[in-house]
């Protein structure tokens, strides 16, 4: 069992900044990719940024400039730095992660999520 913890969310003014954290912990054996994921109320879950254990990144092409995705892969930690946030960037935010990790003496892909930090912009 691999688990993902987040941290870093809350209220902030537009035109604000927040920067989220993201803990993965168990038997990992290594990570593939980590990301983040965004669902605001009413809305699907949408992809927000990616990054790969060597560094490659995606976004949302309508972020792009406002949102950084770093990783630390000693520490198995995902960070999203967020800059001029507006009220439409309000929703849970979702780490992910997948990778490998030992189970049962086995070597054993795997693919979690964390329970969602609340990031709440105000007008």
């Known amino acids: 069992q691999v688990m993902l913890v987040e941290s870093g969310g809350g209220l902030v003014q537009a035109r604000g900044s927040l920067r989220l954290s993201c803990a993965a912990s168990?038997?990992?054996?290594?990570?593939?990719?980590m990301g983040w994921y965004r669902q605001a109320p009413g809305k699907q879950r949408e992809l927000v940024a990616r990054i790969t254990s060597d560094g490659s990144t995606a976004y949302a092409d309508s972020l792009k400039g406002r949102f950084t995705i770093s990783i630390d892969n000693a520490k198995n930690r995902v960070y999203l730095q967020m800059s001029s946030l507006e009220p439409e960037d309000t929703a849970v935010y979702y780490c992910?992660?997948?990778?490998?990790?030992?189970?049962?003496?086995?070597?054993?892909?795997?693919?979690?999520w964390g329970q969602g930090t609340q990031v709440t912009v105000s007008s």
């Open positions: 992910n992660a997948d990778g490998k990790y030992y189970s049962g003496g086995l070597v054993v892909d795997f693919g979690s």
């Open positions: 168990g038997s990992i054996v290594s990570i593939t990719a």
